[in-house]
């Protein structure tokens, strides 16, 4: 026991020793280490990398082994910021070793932070290929997606493998889409399947959202669809955004087919219509599917040429029977009035070709109306008018208007200048208005229309100004033009034409009353013609008169002048002043008198002035007439007037000089004449004894004889009246024989007591019969006392 | 108080359980055996912590030790024969290790270069009677003896470096 206790003390104390012996273990210290090693690397002996951790170091090819190491556990990618985390080494010297890798290497490449290997981007690409089997289809944005890789490196690696690992096809259009056969193949199919199947236009979304197809694809296939004339139809409409629409054959077959049969039937197509249709440009459409038509294209409707045809043989018929049509009776039911009216100056576009003399007419835009026809309707007016015109013309309602229109006149030319050139305008708008009606046709009923309502306006706005103008018109017959005389209503025309029997079918109101609206111008016209006409011829007559009285009154104007002028000279025979103004009152109180009404009378006359002709002028209707007599007449015919109250021949002389003169009676006054002067004596003193002879009156017989002897004694006139008698008789005494003075003297006071004695019987047939004794003595005084100053 | 690092590695070596002396015949085989394997597991923590300072070995009896210890100053090894001899009262008194080389040289030493030990040494001994074997004595006495001790001699002049080829 001893013995194995001994053996085993002498194999520790072996052991011991072994232990003692073996070596131990070299140990530095980790302040050492670093010590040694920057030591190491500051000598450039090493190159290592430092650990984020700054416990180790890498050297740089180990760094390279590792992180390749790692690539291949991650399966060939690996995020370079994961290898920092992994190998616990700075981003920078990662990066630079990854790099170095890449170039190294070609089967590594460093994308987007990552580096990858050749097996990863196989295993991509047979994945890819997979998922292309799968779907039919990738796009590259969708592997972008799926890998997280930068879509050209993907576009490199697919592009790369296409027919290797990946077995399809890129789209041409598309570089970033890949696609199999088997997949366009069965879009195709689906795509053909559809656009057979459809029976309407159909748009492209519709069409895409049901099968399921890539627009884009579908726009190739339909490509080479149509190119193999696999479909049945066509695409409209721009390729992108689904706007396009496919319209099978089938469709636009029946289209056209429904198009074709409808104008063969019926020989236009309607709009609306075609748009039931589905056409949308039908315009376009009209001109496409009927290149070789002559359509008309109105605004709802086109019009085929057997329309036409029909209206323009009903308008040509129309034209060569001088009558009425109505086209519209002739025309589908649809067509409305305003189409007829296209049709209708389409029409007569081409009939005024053919006939150019034949002036046609439209009204109601639907009836063709020949000039003929409505001559013939306004034949019946001409009796009409000129029953009217006479009417009117002797009611003086022509007189007035055409008055009325000067007065009109005048004022605006008084009145501002914006006025007068009013009233021009108005003229002319007048003749405007009347002229485009000659020509006829609905344009002519355009400018009527609208002149008349700018008329009415007008007459609103200037109603301030004129307001006696509109009082003055009132009294005329018109109400609606001021200025015109309406010979012929509308109501009235309209009368006269339902009563044609040309006319007489129903719904024919309309119509009517537009042939009455065109015939009211030109039929006032010729209604004012005719009424001037008449007038002219009344006036023809009274012209020629007014002219005679013109001449006449210039005479007897003449000769009241002289005789006022010699009567003066009488006048101033007298030496007492008395008497001599006494005398002269009484002259300008009667010849003067006269001479200035006439000269009034005839101013009235001239410018159509109202007042009673019947009576004598009293000095208010002169001043009246004054009033309203043209300006530049004023102030002579003011002063004549006024001077008829002064007391002197003279200034009234001149007075009747100006006022005669020319501007405002445009008489001549001749010249005093000496040679003139006698015969008038000599027929003053003959009116003077003719009138003795013939009066019985013993009053008058004195008077005359008195007068007469006066003109024997002093070669003058004298205007006096019987009061003057006894004046004239003292006046003469001294030239007379005593015996003739007594005769004359008693003569006389036995008129005085003829005069003064009232009613006694006695004494007044005493007297009467003195007298009736002494008037043969009295007017042989007279009579001889010519004589005798003749013989003297 | 041992400093400690001496205390760390102290508390590395196994603790000795049978109290025999040399004259305690299959008693002091076991007690031998622990020695051993106390000085076993003492040097290979010493290599281990690359602080081999020390060779040992003994008699076939194992009464008499004997080997070499060595210091590094100064990038200097400086080595000295070991020697003792286990008492007749061991474990209860401490095996006085002797650096004959050194005799004289240092006023911490008795006759005949036994090292002069701290005068906690004995006591702590004392204390661990028979826990403590020479592996302790070698790792509380030598070990910071030569620690103090050398530095001041080389220092001093009273040894120099030899040229040795061994260690």
Redesign the interface.
């Known amino acids: 026991?001893?013995a194995v206790?001994?053996d085993?003390?002498k194999r520790?104390?072996a052991?011991?020793?072994r232990?003692?012996l073996?070596s131990?273990?070299?140990?530095l210290s980790e302040r050492n280490c670093v010590e040694i090693i920057t030591k190491l690397l500051d000598l450039k002996l090493l190159d290592v990398v430092f650990t984020t951790d700054g416990k180790e170091y890498v050297t740089p090819q180990q760094l390279t082994r590792e992180i390749r190491d790692e690539l291949y556990v991650h399966g060939g990618r690996i995020n370079l910021v994961e290898l920092v985390k992994l190998l616990s080494v700075d981003l920078n010297q990662i990066a630079a070793r990854a790099a170095e890798i890449e170039r190294a290497d070609q089967n590594c490449s460093l994308v987007l932070g990552q580096l990858i290997d050749k097996t990863y981007v196989n295993r991509i690409a047979e994945e890819i290929n997979e998922r292309l089997l799968q779907q039919g289809q990738v796009t590259i944005g969708d592997l972008t997606r799926h890998y997280d890789l930068p879509s050209d490196f993907l576009q490199m690696v697919v592009e790369k493998q296409l027919g290797k690992i990946i077995h399809g096809k890129q789209d041409k259009t598309d570089p970033q889409v890949f696609f199999t056969e088997s997949y366009v193949a069965r879009n195709r199919a689906c795509i053909r399947g559809a656009l057979a199947a459809a029976l309407r236009p159909i748009s492209v979304a519709t069409l895409l959202s049901q099968c399921g197809v890539e627009e884009r694809l579908f726009y190739s296939i339909i490509g080479k669809l149509m190119e193999t004339k696999q479909v049945p139809g066509v695409i409209t409409g721009k390729q992108q955004g689904g706007s396009s629409m496919y319209i099978p054959a089938i469709y636009s077959k029946s289209q056209n087919d429904w198009v074709n049969s409808f104008y063969k039937q019926n020989g236009y197509l309607e709009y609306d219509a075609l748009m039931r249709l589905g056409i949308v440009d039908h315009q376009l459409f009209v001109h496409k599917h009927f290149p070789n038509e002559k359509l008309l294209l109105l605004p709802s409707f086109a019009v085929g040429p057997q329309i036409i045809d029909q209206v323009e043989a009903a308008v040509e018929e129309a034209i060569a029977t001088g009558s009425m049509v109505d086209i519209m009776p002739l025309l589908p039911s649809l067509f409305e009035p305003q189409d007829a009216g296209e049709i209708l100056t389409e029409v007569l576009k081409n009939t005024k070709i053919k006939s150019p003399s034949q002036n046609m007419h439209i009204f109601c835009s639907t009836m063709v109306l020949t000039e003929q026809f409505i001559q013939k309707l306004t034949k019946p007016f001409d009796a009409i008018i000129q029953k009217k015109a006479e009417e009117v013309v002797s009611s003086g309602a022509y007189l007035l208007a055409q008055a009325e229109s000067k007065l009109q006149n005048n004022r605006n030319l008084i009145e501002q200048y914006e006025p007068n050139t009013k009233g021009d305008r108005r003229e002319e708008r007048r003749k405007k208005a009347t002229g485009g009606k000659g020509g006829g046709g609905t344009q002519g009923r355009e400018t009527r229309t609208k002149s008349t309502k700018k008329k009415y306006l007008r007459g609103k706005a200037t109603a301030g100004d004129d307001s006696d103008e509109e009082t003055t018109s009132a009294t005329g017959k018109t109400s609606g033009s001021s200025h015109k005389l309406e010979m012929l209503s509308i109501a009235e025309i309209k009368e006269v034409l339902a009563e044609d029997e040309t006319l007489q079918e129903e719904d024919l109101g309309e119509l009517i009353a537009e042939i009455a609206n065109h015939l009211y111008p030109s039929l006032n016209k010729s209604g004012l013609a005719a009424a001037e006409t008449v007038f002219e011829s009344t006036m023809a007559s009274s012209a020629q008169s007014r002219r005679k009285t013109h001449s006449d009154l210039q005479d007897k104007l003449n000769a009241m002048f002289v005789n006022v002028r010699l009567f003066e000279k009488g006048i101033k025979q007298f030496a007492d002043k008395d008497i001599q103004q006494q005398l002269v009152k009484y002259l300008l109180k009667t010849l003067c008198t006269e001479i200035t009404n006439d000269v009034f009378s005839y101013i009235a006359q001239e410018n159509m002035f109202q007042y009673d002709q019947t009576k004598e002028l009293s000095p208010e209707i002169r001043l009246k007439i004054l009033n309203d007599s043209p300006n530049e007449c004023k102030e002579p015919l003011l002063k004549l007037h006024k001077s008829l109250n002064t007391s002197s021949i003279e200034e009234f002389l001149n007075c009747v000089e100006a006022a005669l003169g020319p501007g405002v009676c445009d008489m001549i006054l001749r010249k005093p004449d000496k040679k003139k002067e006698r015969p008038q004596l000599l027929g003053h003193r003959q009116a003077l004894l003719e009138q003795l002879t013939s009066s019985e009156d013993p009053a008058l017989v004195l008077h005359l004889t008195a007068l007469i002897l006066f003109q024997a004694m002093t070669q003058t006139m004298l205007h006096a009246s019987g009061r003057f008698v006894s004046n004239i008789l003292t006046y003469l005494q001294p030239h007379l024989t005593a015996e003739v003075f007594n005769t004359l003297q008693r003569y006389h006071d036995l008129v005085l007591k003829l005069l003064t004695t009232g009613s006694d019987d006695d004494s007044r047939s005493q007297i009467v019969n003195a007298l009736k004794e002494g008037m043969p003595a009295i007017k042989e005084i007279a009579t001889s006392f010519k004589k005798h100053s003749s013989t003297e | 108080m041992v400093d400690e690092a001496t205390k760390k590695s102290l508390t590395c070596i196994p603790v000795l359980k049978t109290k025999a002396g040399p004259r305690d015949k299959d008693l002091w085989v076991q007690r031998l055996k622990e020695e051993y394997q106390a000085l076993i597991q003492y040097v290979q923590n010493n290599k281990g912590a690359d602080n081999d300072w020390f060779r040992l070995e003994s008699n076939k009896e194992g009464t008499r030790w004997f080997g070499k210890c060595w210091y590094i100053h100064n990038l200097l090894k400086y080595e000295f024969d070991i020697e003792f001899d286990i008492p007749v009262t061991y474990p209860a008194t401490a095996p006085e290790i002797a650096l004959p080389e050194l005799d004289g040289k240092t006023a911490k030493m008795y006759r005949g270069g036994k090292i002069c030990l701290t005068d906690h040494f004995k006591p702590l001994w004392a204390r661990n009677v028979p826990k403590f074997g020479i592996a302790h004595a070698m790792a509380l006495g030598l070990g910071p003896w030569l620690a103090v001790e050398i530095p001041d001699m080389i220092e001093k002049g009273v040894i120099s470096y030899k040229e040795k080829t061994e260690g």
């Open positions: 026991m001893t206790e001994w085993e003390v520790l104390a052991d011991f020793q232990a003692q073996s131990t273990v070299q140990r």
